[in-house]
């Protein structure tokens, strides 16, 4: 997210039972490189980049912008959780809002990290801008995200086509303070 608004960068690590959400460093630029010339993570996600020239386009140092988190699970990253403001959204239901994405190695797939890794964000986010609803988009074809999201709280506001093929919106509204009791 280029706009996280008076949330200073990057925040002190969040931690789960099993895994550590922080800002990328140096350590992590090989599983930046994998991650994102893998074809099975990018499936639904317009096929991956060419691993030659991710070695040569990424700094030593991943990008440390607001709104991305590394992943990590025993001291290595294994995904990404992405939060951005959709400004340029192509559904206007999503201008505006948090968009929260999120990239994991297939090692790491079937083990609930995803799930666990992306509350932890959105419980995060609801303490550094309460009252903010958040969006995610998939494509509708991807089943396992689409499952993900309804875990998550997200319900379902549209589809519409992009990037070649179906989208899938979900909206997940602010937590009160009597509903954060609750959860």
């Not at 079937?110 to 903010?132: I, K, M, S, V």
């Amino acid at each position: 997210m280029t706009d996280l608004g008076p949330v200073a960068w990057p925040p002190a690590p969040v931690r789960t039972a099993r895994l550590v959400l922080r800002a990328p460093e140096a350590r992590d630029r090989a599983a930046f490189i994998e991650l994102l010339s893998s074809p099975e993570v990018h499936t639904y996600l317009g096929g991956p980049r060419p691993r030659n020239e991710l070695a040569i386009e990424l700094p030593g140092v991943p990008e440390r912008w607001p709104g991305s988190f590394v992943v990590e699970l025993d001291g290595s990253m294994i995904g990404q959780i992405l939060l951005r403001r959709a400004t340029e959204h192509r559904s206007p239901a999503a201008a505006g809002k948090v968009d929260l994405g999120y990239l994991f190695l297939p090692e790491a797939w079937g083990f609930g990290y995803a799930t666990e890794a992306c509350a932890a964000t959105l419980d995060w986010l609801a303490d550094a801008l309460p009252d903010e609803p958040v969006v995610l988009t998939t494509q509708s074809a991807n089943d396992s995200s689409i499952r993900l999201a309804a875990k998550l709280g997200f319900t379902e506001v549209e589809r519409f086509e992009a990037w070649g093929a179906e989208q899938w919106l979900g909206m997940r509204s602010p937590l009160t303070p009597s509903d954060r009791v609750r959860a």
